[in-house]
Each structure stands twice: as C-alpha cells, then as structure tokens.
C-alpha cells in the first residue's frame, strides 16, 4: 500500500464534543486560546505569572538564546510558598492530599497540615546543612513523605532528584554520584502486589561508592515487617528528626532560575541525562496547564496515576494540582493487587472527579475486561486524562465510553 494510502486509511475524523454543561463551567471554554496565545506568546504566559505570588516581579518575561530560555528574568518567587503558603488564608482546613497505601492504609493531611509538615522537613534539612544549590536524591515509596520531601527541598532552592523506587541500586548509585546529592532521603520499603520493595537496602548498596553523600534520612513506612541496619553517623531517623525542630519556616525569595530539580533519563540509550528545571518557568508551566487542561475546580478530587518518580509525577501529581489549590489522591500499589478492580475501588470510594493516566494502563485495563470497572459507581467521573505516548483510537473509545460511561 502507497504511503498516501496509508495515510489516509489511518486518519481519524471522529469528534467527541464535551457536553455543554462541561463547557459552561470550564476555565478554558474554547479554541481561541490558541489564536491569542500566538498574538502574543509571551504576554499570555505572563498573564497566569501573575495569577501567582512574586516576592519581587520580573524585568523581563523570557530571554531565549538557543538552546537556553530564562523565564521571567530578575523575579523573586517561592514554589513551596505558591503550593502551601498562599492558600492558608481560604484553603487551610481544605485537605491537599488524599492518601492511601496498597494494604489499605489511610492518610489525608489538610493545607495546614502539609504546610506545617514540610516547614517542619525543611528545617530538618537546613539543620543537615542543604541549602540553596545543593542537591538531594529523594528514593521513597508514593508516601506523602515524599511530596513533602520535594516542597522541603522547593523551598530551601535546593534541587531535589527523584529516583523512581523501582529502580536498582546501580541505577540509584549513577543518578546519586551524577547529581552530587549530599543528602539522600529514603524508606524503609514500600509495597508493590503485596510484596516488599526494600528501599533501604538499594541506598545502602548504591552508597558503597558514593562519596559526595553525607547524610541518609529514613522515613519507616514498614516497620517491624522490615528490619534495617542504620549506619551511625550517616544514617537518621525522619520521625526523630521532625520531632526535634519547629513548625514554622519562612519560605526565602529564590530567583526565578533557581534550579527546582534534576530528573534523570531512563538510561536505556545510554548514560542517564540529568534535565535542569528552573523555579519560575516550571511554577507557571504546571500551574497554567493543570488549570486549563484538567479544568480543575474547588471542590475536585483530582488523581494522576503516575508515579512521582517520572515527570508527569512532579508536574501533574505534585505541584500542578497543590498550586491549583486542589484536592490530590496519592495510591502506593498497583492497579491490581488486590484485584484488577483496585483503581476503579479508589474512583468509586473517593468520588475522583478528574483522572489521568497511560495509554499503556487503558489497554491492559481493556485486557482484564469490562467486568472491573463495572463492578463500581464511576459517576463522579467528570473529565479523563491519557499521558506518555500517543494513544490509539481503540483504547480512547474504550476508555470514553467504559471509565467515562459516555
């Protein structure tokens, strides 16, 4: 077949128009964004900045000289302020995160609450002598602890390098020695199909030879169900370290290209590359397009599966959501331990209103069957997300008409 042909036998025609009460309501109520987006790209960029809280406001929107781009040149600004601070005022009792662990543990942490929780992990890591510029290697299981950990480090100006939990010891010891992270942030374990990871077996594996790091903080999410060695003077404890500074920490202006974190690339075609994000551009970014894209609305509860570990994790699991004000749920396990129903369970018993996952976990939820999704209530379901790669027109159907019951 000629490749025009192909073309042509591939294109898809068929449009799926939201309905007009979602349209109603929408931030984002049609496609003319586009056309005054690029009127003037700039300003329109600049217009959400302003949404957002500047110590001091930029002299210039974007200085572009390939290949690198500063945003928002000469501004003051604070992540970790934007996410938490500035939204004490209305949103201090409204809960930020909606946390539950594979074995069916609970958590939820208001406003406040974080706030107070990542003032307190700030002061732990300023006390261990981090401070803006430095780098700290975060290898946690999808624990609060974690999110915590990231707006410590935001808030500090110190750049924080997730390591995805399933990744080796070697893979951990590259990403550390690369980075030159003076503070690892760790678990114990986590779970996974009810089995355990043993998160602090890798770091002290990959810290044989790893002599940039100082300090190892270790959250204990299991417990006695996982005897650790902690090596003295290296190794710490999060509880007893949070127990032993205050609650308060004033969130300092950083400099719009402050670096926010490092995030390292599979490796799979070579070295893992480390990609620099900077404060301003990444704040915006995240809070523009979470808002717009999922249209998020005060009273959501808004779910990205992702794992933290990858970029759709910080971006659309973390900080997008928290600067939108936002309610987020966090899951620690798999789609399908207990039951290939578990993330359907989650939408059902959270009232999710807005979820967001891969193409790749569509079309094995299309393998398991309709049977799952239809064992529960998925009408609070308001708008579905698919991330990290194309998504074919078989599963996007699947997905509209089975999870989105349309």
């Known amino acids: 077949m000629p490749d025009h042909a192909l073309g042509a036998f591939l294109r898809e025609n068929r449009l799926f128009p939201s309905p007009a009460s979602f349209q109603k309501q929408a931030h984002c ?37 390939l290949p690198d781009a500063r945003w928002f040149v000469g501004g003051k600004t604070n992540l970790s302020y934007n996410c938490l601070d500035r939204h004490l005022r209305q949103r201090a009792e409204k809960t930020a995160i909606l946390w539950e662990g594979e074995p069916g543990d609970e958590r939820m942490l208001s406003y406040a609450e ?79 199909r009810g089995s355990i990871l043993p998160l602090k077996a890798s770091v002290d594996q990959a810290l044989t030879a790893g002599p940039c790091v100082e300090k190892v903080v270790v959250y204990r999410r299991l417990g006695e169900k996982l005897p650790i060695e902690m090596k003295p003077g290296r190794d710490l404890e999060w509880q007893e370290l949070m127990d032993q500074v205050p609650d308060a920490c004033e969130a300092p202006p950083l400099d719009s290209e402050t670096m926010l974190y490092l995030l390292y690339t599979s490796g799979t075609t070579g070295k893992p590359k480390g990609i620099v994000h900077t404060t301003g551009g990444t704040m915006v970014g995240c809070y523009a397009t979470t808002r717009w894209i999922f249209d998020i609305h005060e009273e959501d509860v808004y779910w990205c599966t992702a794992d933290i570990g990858w970029v759709t994790g910080h971006s659309y699991g973390v900080y997008g959501p928290l600067l939108n004000g936002a309610t987020l749920l966090m899951y620690e396990g798999a789609p399908n331990h207990p039951d290939n129903d578990r993330f359907w369970a989650l939408v059902e018993k959270y009232r999710v209103n807005i979820f967001y996952t891969a193409p790749t976990a569509i079309r094995t939820f299309m393998k398991w069957g309709e049977e799952f999704p239809k064992r529960h209530d998925l009408s609070s379901l308001r708008l579905l997300g698919s991330v990290g790669e194309p998504i074919n027109p078989e599963a996007w159907i699947w997905y509209h008409r089975v999870i989105g019951q349309m």
């Open 29 to 65: 109520k049609d496609a003319s964004v586009y056309e005054k987006a690029a009127e003037d790209r700039l300003n329109f960029w600049a217009g959400f900045a302003e949404e957002l809280f500047w110590f001091k406001k930029w002299d210039r929107i974007l200085d572009w000289k």
């Open 114 to 192: 974080l706030h107070r929780e990542v003032c307190r992990f700030s002061n732990v890591l300023a006390k261990l002598g981090v401070k803006t510029g430095d780098r700290v290697t975060l290898y946690m299981p999808m624990v609060p602890e974690l999110a915590i950990a990231m707006l410590a480090c935001a808030r500090l100006g110190a750049a924080h390098s997730v390591v995805f939990g399933g990744f080796s010891a070697d893979a951990l010891r590259d990403r550390i020695n690369d980075s030159q992270s003076k503070v690892v942030v760790t678990a114990d374990g986590g779970w996974r």
